[in-house]
């Protein structure tokens, strides 16, 4: 008879040695590895850490009586008077967090859109013509009319179909471009203006002396009591509805010299939706020349 070995003993396991402990590492917090936004004036010399994000602003005495808060370009400035102490300066910084933290960011998106809209003046850089793209072409056969404006183009989307030919050689420099384009831009914004002031200015009843192109920093246009009428040359960047409303502004004032209710019930007339197109003119930006 065949045996049946006998069962092996079963095999002792040995113990397992217990990891070793290392130190604990902490792991890190969402808002520690996310970098807080930053919001620098250049003049800064107080901070408020707002949420998630640090403040840094200008904090000026004035002669006032309350708090006051402006967000401009550079960042936030806070104006106080003489008696009221740093802490309750701070304190009000806070109460209007949101506001601030809302305009600062309306101010880097615009900044933001300013530099992506940058034109670097070349042969083929392009701008904005009564809201339509322009393409640059330069183009020596156009050196005795300065620049053509071709409207000839197929409209592809999102392919600009107008061209300026510019008569400038093709090793003309960066300024030498950006002249010749300023220089026609500005005779188009005389010829627009002058048919827009004539149209409105017989709507509104008023008669207007003189145009007048400006390059101001802030303001768009201003109107004289003698009929003089001031405009920014660069409003042909807008659509035309943009530009009659600002037209249309500066003619009204030759009827209402303030911004009272009469004056915007007057704009109005002429311009029955001056808000809307107000607010154009202040949030789309204007590439930097």
Do not use: C
Not at 104 to 119: Q, Y
Request: aromatic fraction near 8%.
């Amino acid at each position: 008879k065949t045996r049946t070995p006998p069962p092996a003993p079963p095999r002792r396991s040995r113990p397992v040695a217990p990891p070793t402990a290392g130190p604990v590492v902490p792991q890190p917090r969402l808002d520690q590895i996310l970098e807080p936004a930053a919001f620098r004036h250049p003049r800064a010399n107080r901070e408020a850490a707002l949420g998630a994000s640090v403040v840094a602003f200008e904090f000026k005495r004035a002669r006032r009586r309350n708090i006051g808060f402006m967000v401009g370009p550079e960042g936030l400035v806070v104006s106080a008077p003489n008696w009221v102490p740093l802490s309750e300066v701070d304190a009000a910084v806070q109460s209007k967090a949101p506001w601030i933290l809302k305009k600062l960011g309306d101010a880097s998106d615009r900044r933001r859109r300013m530099d992506e809209a940058r034109i670097e003046w070349r042969d083929g850089a392009s701008f904005p013509f009564l809201g339509e793209n322009v393409i640059v072409v330069l183009d020596p056969r156009h050196a005795s009319a300065g620049a053509v404006l071709n409207t000839a183009g197929e409209a592809l989307p999102g392919v600009a179909r107008h061209m300026l030919h510019v008569g400038l050689p093709h090793t003309a420099s960066e300024a030498q471009i950006r002249d010749a384009v300023q220089a026609w831009l500005m005779r188009q914004a005389t010829r627009i203006f002058t048919e827009r002031l004539d149209h409105f200015a017989a709507q509104l009843g008023v008669r207007w002396t003189r145009l007048l192109l400006s390059n101001a920093g802030t303001r768009w246009g201003t109107a004289h009591s003698d009929g003089r009428i001031r405009l920014h040359w660069r409003l042909v960047h807008f659509r035309m509805a943009v530009i009659d409303y600002v037209v249309a502004h500066e003619l009204s004032h030759l009827r209402v010299m303030d911004h009272s209710p009469r004056f915007w019930e007057t704009v109005a007339t002429v311009v029955p939706d001056y808000a809307r197109l107000r607010g154009q003119l202040r949030e789309e930006p204007l590439p930097p020349w």
